[in-house]
């Protein structure tokens, strides 16, 4: 697993066969309490036509922690920026604060974006649910807080046993510091009036039953931006990602497909 200079962990995969045209790099940014492997299933349908780079968020997993001295959305932008190619335009894929991140980056170097997946992601930080009770949570201990993500992530059912054990254990390796900080970030952002400046193509995928981020919060995308795509997922939490990665990966193919030859 390499380490990148600014400390960052990440990995990629190339399996595209040399007799397929090559499709543009995809780049996932997961949220608080994930992993870079929280992505596996998106992998298994996308890896055949794409370059993948996937990486743990700073202060989560095998990264480095956050700097406490620097403006915190610049540092995660320039984190993404690092592992991304010079000379190739990437499609951005992120998840809940991921998401919010890689928006983030799309409104500044649209250049550098084919098109743009956002997944349960706030736009809006005061229409965030839950977080206002996670501190608390993280003094009952961190097991406190995993039980209740879990909960919040997953209805019962949503996933098998071994799936729900392995989210369970990755995220129960979350430290409170950096989830209060990137939490507070994303309690701060507001990024719906640039969105009508938004260059890429833009896909949503939103979860109908979030805690976190509701459905109402995008109500108006079809007048922000005419040519987005959303899809509803009914009855799914906000782990619709992890819960639904296949699903959620043959959309991405889809959109992507429909931009037509770079």
């Not at 993280?138 to 996933?159: I, Q, T, Y």
Request: charged share 15%.
């Amino acid at each position: 697993m390499p380490i990148s200079p600014r400390g960052i962990a990440y990995d990629t995969l190339d399996l595209t066969a040399p007799w397929r045209a090559r499709g543009a790099p995809i780049v996932f940014v997961h949220g608080i309490g994930a992993n870079r492997q929280c992505w596996a299933d998106w992998i298994a349908v996308l890896a055949g036509g794409h370059p993948i780079i996937r990486h743990d968020l700073r202060g989560f997993a095998q990264s480095a922690d956050l700097p406490m001295d620097q403006p915190l959305m610049d540092v995660l932008i320039d984190d993404v920026l690092e592992l991304m190619p010079r000379d190739e335009a990437v499609h951005l894929v992120g998840e809940s604060a991921g998401g919010s991140i890689v928006l983030e980056l799309a409104l500044r170097h649209p250049g550098r974006v084919a098109s743009l997946t956002l997944s349960n992601a706030a736009i809006v930080g005061r229409q965030i649910g839950q977080i206002g009770g996670w501190q608390a949570l993280f003094d009952a201990g961190g097991d406190a807080w995993n039980e209740h993500m879990m909960a919040c992530r997953f209805a019962p059912g949503a996933l098998d046993a071994r799936s729900a054990d392995w989210y369970r254990t990755q995220q129960g390796t979350t430290r409170a510091g950096p989830a209060m900080a990137i939490a507070g970030l994303l309690a701060g952002i507001d990024q719906r009036a640039a969105l009508p400046g938004l260059k890429p193509p833009l896909m949503v995928l939103l979860p109908g039953d979030s805690p976190f981020v509701s459905t109402a919060m995008y109500a108006d995308l079809p007048v922000w931006l005419p040519g987005a795509r959303l899809h509803g997922f009914p009855g799914v939490r906000h782990g619709l990602p992890f819960s639904h990665g296949r699903q959620c990966a043959l959309l991405l193919q889809d959109f992507i497909a429909s931009q037509g030859p770079a």
